[in-house]
């Protein structure tokens, strides 16, 4: 967080990562978007709902679908909540648009970076170790160093561990480049930087997941910065949800289209890439709409995303990927149910259940963490 200026109280805000705040001489004085905390809510959710599977025998999901009839059912369900990565840059963004990096950008890097680095490292480290046991226990693999640093690659460029990395380059990237935060010009190179990535990892073939597109999102983190500093939520607003919300429709009914027709009449693996024209436009139409839905703080009740995004988006993992995987074959084994299925209903049914455990189990883990100052979560 950079030096607050003397002449006025400091002010902290928190973005989808949450960071800590320096030592003030005076009570820090909170700025409280009400849709903020909404959009890292469902985003949050979104991304735990995508990343939660079901049995699919060693088939990666697009071979898997096409075993499946009306597989598109599940890609339909899936893309409700493709619009969690974008906003989460977005987001980050449009928090960054209060603070005045200009003076000291690198140390204001620096201290973000410090913030971030170390709870992430952690859980990766857990992830990392997680993955080896369960990979020892079910397969009987033998663990090296060279399997280690293997499974640590594919954690870093495909598993939601890539976030982070990705994060860091974009705001790298802001805060080098912050006195045209402003610039529409600068606001383009971005968005050509952005279509390149798009052309390479969806159209061209290459069959690339977004996760890869190191460069893919620093656009959106400039839009949410831009949208910040030239008050762009007041015309968002007085348009009101029934207008964004009718946007927000037309866009989902596009991003269907696009995947039904990748899906169908491509070879394309990643048919709900993050990165697809349509999707990227759904995402920017659902920021909108929820900023023109909420002028009030939300009520989350039991649930703080503020407090936990972060925790939930580092921990949710070992969920999806480990311990659920686990289960599934515990009580195959011990209740001789398979729950391999191509019946659509059954996928849909099994995998909202796990995306229910998943979620539940990821939060409360994370508070925990948090009620006893584990794990290096930031807190406020």
Same mark, same amino acid.
């Given at each position: 967080?950079?030096?607050?200026?003397?002449?006025? #109280?400091?002010?902290?805000?928190?973005?989808?990562?949450?960071?800590?705040?320096?030592?003030?001489?005076?009570?820090?004085? !909170?700025?409280?978007?009400?849709?903020?905390?909404?959009?890292?809510?469902?985003?949050?959710?979104?991304?735990?709902?995508?990343?939660?599977?079901?049995?699919?025998?060693?088939?990666?999901?697009?071979?898997?679908?096409?075993?499946?009839?009306?597989?598109?059912?599940?890609?339909?369900?899936?893309?409700?909540?493709?619009?969690?990565?974008?906003?989460?840059?977005?987001?980050?963004?449009?928090?960054?648009?209060? !603070?005045?990096?200009?003076?000291?950008?690198?140390?204001?890097?620096?201290?973000?970076?410090?913030?971030?680095?170390?709870?992430?490292?952690?859980?990766?480290?857990?992830?990392?170790?997680?993955?080896?046991?369960?990979?020892?226990?079910?397969? =009987?693999?033998?663990?090296?160093?060279?399997?280690?640093?293997?499974?640590?690659?594919?954690?870093?460029?495909?598993?939601?561990?890539?976030?982070?990395?990705? *994060?860091?380059?974009?705001?790298?990237?802001?805060?080098?480049?912050?006195?045209?935060?402003?610039?529409? *010009?600068?606001?383009?190179?971005?968005?050509?930087?952005?279509?390149?990535?798009? @052309? *390479?990892?969806?159209?061209?073939?290459?069959?690339?997941?977004?996760?890869?597109?190191?460069?893919?999102?620093?656009?959106?983190? @400039?839009?949410?910065?831009?949208?910040?500093?030239?008050?762009?939520?007041? #015309?968002?607003?007085?348009?009101? #949800?029934?207008?964004?919300? =009718?946007?927000?429709?037309?866009?989902?009914?596009?991003?269907?289209?696009?995947?039904?027709?990748?899906?169908?009449?491509?070879?394309?693996?990643?048919?709900?890439?993050?990165?697809?024209?349509?999707?990227?436009?759904?995402?920017?139409?659902?920021?909108?709409?929820?900023?023109?839905?909420?002028? !009030? #703080?939300?009520?989350?009740?039991?649930?703080?995303?503020?407090?936990?995004?972060?925790?939930?988006?580092?921990?949710?993992?070992?969920?999806?990927?480990?311990?659920?995987?686990?289960?599934?074959? @515990?009580?195959?084994?011990?209740?001789?149910?398979?729950?391999?299925?191509?019946?659509?209903?059954?996928?849909?049914?099994?995998?909202?259940?796990?995306?229910?455990?998943?979620?539940?189990?990821?939060?409360?883990?994370? !508070?925990?963490?948090?009620? *006893?100052?584990?794990?290096?979560?930031?807190?406020?």
């Amino acid at each position: 967080m950079p030096p607050h200026d003397p002449k006025q #109280p400091p002010q902290l805000t928190l973005d989808n990562v949450i960071a800590l705040p320096p030592v003030l001489s005076k009570p820090a004085e !909170k700025v409280n978007y009400a849709f903020v905390d909404v959009i890292r809510f469902v985003a949050t959710i979104g991304i735990v709902y995508i990343h939660t599977n079901v049995p699919m025998n060693g088939m990666d999901t697009n071979t898997f679908l096409h075993h499946v009839n009306h597989g598109e059912y599940y890609l339909f369900i899936k893309q409700l909540f493709k619009f969690s990565t974008i906003c989460y840059f977005l987001i980050a963004g449009f928090l960054l648009g209060d !603070k005045s990096i200009n003076g000291s950008p690198f140390a204001y890097y620096l201290r973000r970076l410090n913030v971030i680095a170390k709870p992430y490292i952690l859980a990766l480290v857990l992830f990392v170790g997680g993955l080896a046991i369960y990979a020892y226990f079910t397969t =009987a693999q033998h663990i090296s160093l060279s399997y280690l640093v293997e499974i640590t690659k594919y954690v870093m460029l495909y598993s939601p561990f890539w976030y982070i990395p990705n *994060y860091l380059l974009c705001l790298l990237v802001i805060v080098c480049f912050s006195r045209y935060a402003s610039s529409l *010009y600068f606001g383009a190179i971005l968005l050509v930087i952005t279509l390149l990535n798009t @052309w *390479y990892s969806v159209y061209d073939g290459n069959n690339h997941t977004h996760t890869t597109a190191l460069t893919g999102f620093i656009f959106y983190m @400039w839009l949410g910065m831009y949208i910040k500093k030239k008050d762009l939520i007041t #015309p968002m607003k007085k348009a009101g #949800p029934k207008v964004t919300g =009718a946007v927000l429709i037309f866009f989902y009914l596009l991003s269907n289209a696009e995947t039904w027709f990748m899906y169908r009449h491509t070879h394309i693996i990643e048919t709900l890439n993050t990165l697809r024209i349509s999707n990227q436009l759904y995402s920017v139409a659902f920021f909108a709409f929820i900023i023109s839905c909420y002028n !009030k #703080p939300a009520n989350f009740g039991i649930l703080n995303p503020r407090k936990e995004t972060y925790g939930i988006y580092l921990y949710h993992s070992f969920f999806t990927f480990i311990i659920m995987s686990w289960a599934e074959k @515990w009580f195959s084994n011990q209740f001789h149910v398979d729950l391999f299925s191509y019946n659509i209903y059954h996928i849909l049914l099994l995998n909202f259940f796990n995306f229910i455990t998943c979620y539940f189990a990821s939060t409360a883990l994370v !508070k925990i963490l948090l009620r *006893y100052n584990l794990a290096w979560l930031p807190s406020m």
